[in-house]
């Protein structure tokens, strides 16, 4: 499986992004990963790599405390696509943001798309 994310650019703060992240690859895979959670992480300068949202093929979706209420995460399996909408956006959510799942037990990273907001 391939994840491809996308959407990422400068925004000032109080603004909104959507963040795309598309998968490609053989149809067992796409059809493994829409068992398994999506998750949206980031990745700020001089920071680890943290835990943004997750959403499961049921059940209502996960939010880390610092963007609760702000940022939606959404996915359509028809599309192999998950999505995470940024609202209200602030100077720290600068990071590189990348997407991931699980295929076969396995994990999967997408490329990271930077969000740049300016103050």
């Known amino acids: 499986v391939q994840l491809q994310a996308s959407g990422g650019g400068l925004v000032q703060a109080g603004g909104s992004l959507r963040l795309s992240c598309t998968a490609s690859g053989s149809i067992s895979s796409l059809n493994n990963m829409r068992s398994n959670a999506m998750e949206w992480y980031r990745q700020a300068p001089g920071k680890q790599r943290e835990w943004v949202a997750r959403i499961f093929r049921t059940g209502p979706a996960e939010y880390a405390d610092a963007v609760k209420d702000r940022f939606t995460i959404s996915r359509d399996p028809d599309k192999n696509a998950a999505y995470l909408k940024m609202n209200v956006i602030y100077p720290e959510d600068t990071a590189v943001y990348y997407c991931?799942?699980?295929?076969?037990?396995?994990?999967?990273w997408g490329q990271g798309t930077q969000v740049t907001v300016s103050s």
């Open positions: 991931h799942t699980m295929v076969f037990a396995s994990p999967y």
